[in-house]
């Protein structure tokens, strides 16, 4: 792109930024009305341009002036990601037809097969400005300027180095990255550590399961160790023990987004709590139970979003196939986005128990916290109702038959006697080819968002 181009969007980012800043402190009937204006704006292009709504909004008799609030977007089929991937061109906007967009892909996990999604352009760019709103929680913990002293520790393929790609291109406010700021996941961790030791970024980058295994290696094998004042984490869950190591005994500060393909930046997290702040005037979230009925706050569920900015490919009511809890109370940091109160992992790392409970992995490995000392990694496998498998590897000098031992009781406590538990001590669990782990396999789960 040319030089006046990119100069006449850096000023229009700018600009933007600018109100993006105030947006998360706005009073609540403000961000209510913005999500108003753009959800109505949305539906009325959704059903002149994209064919499965015009399709759908005439089979159910419903108008546009049937859908003009975020509770009547439930009246909406159900949708998720195999049935837009089937039927890409029905959910694109004729609009879009012959370009104006970017493609981006999902990583895909055990359970999915990546998936495409067509953003129109002018949303790709405001993504920029919108970042804004978590920029400022960074801004206020890092010291001014170091921020740009950062490290990304993330696949070229990821969600977050493919955007960042794009803005480099169109704008001058993402600076290209130096040779120094970007390494592969795959890298030895000795390397890492010594290139970080070495560089010193202010802020350092990974998905969440790379974090875990990361600190714990590090933790293991004494390496010394100087860590980044931030660690920023996304596109999959670190674990409450990953969480605790990094912050209690490494004294970083980890500041997770949640994001999607799907749905660009849902929500942050602030300065004061673990959850999100929702960016509900983007991206309306609700959850609800496996038939779509919605949940009151505190019950978990799951996540169902729809996307009010992006004009390519338009999903409503779409399963995004996450497990979390909305939280009953609002944060006390003064922003008036709704908060997320916890973020479980991924539907289909549910595991359903034979007396028919449902628990998330992140849950179960919650309450095993203590159980779980000594350990580098673990994996968790459900074959059938009555058995859950533990994958172990083990950090060196732990006593192996003690950690088996204890594990199984703490996990038959939590999970009922009707539960078997298992413990299989393995020397590795490999990354999938993205680069993420995948925590939890639950082979017998009926309810995952690939349906
Ligand atoms: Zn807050």
Redesign the pocket.
Known sequence: MNRFSRLANTGYIGVLALVERGIPFMPTTTVGRLQQIRLRSIVRHAYRTVPFYRQELSRLHLAEKDLRTAADLAKLPLIDGALVQQNRGMFLSEKYRNGGTQSFSTSGSQTQVPRVIEWDNGSVLRKLAVAERDRTVLNRILAPGSGRKRLYLLPDSSLSLTIRAYWEDRTLLAADLGPDQKLSPWVPYEVVAEHINQHRPALVFSYGSYADLFFRYLSDRHIPFNPPRVWAVAGDMLSPQGKTLMERDFGCVVHSVYQATETGRIGF?????S?F?LNIDLCAVRIADDKGNTLPAGESGQVIISNLHNRATVLLNYRLGDWATMAKTP?????SLP?LDKLEGRTSEVLTLADGRRITGFALRMDCKDALDGVLQDQLIQSSPDLIRWRIVPLGGTDRQQLRKRLIIKSTDVLGEQTRVEVEIVEHIPFSRHGKIVGTVAETAGTGGSQ
Request: glycine residues 24%.
């Open positions: 997290q602030c300065e004061r709590c959850g702040h944060c006390g940091c003064g922003r908060l």
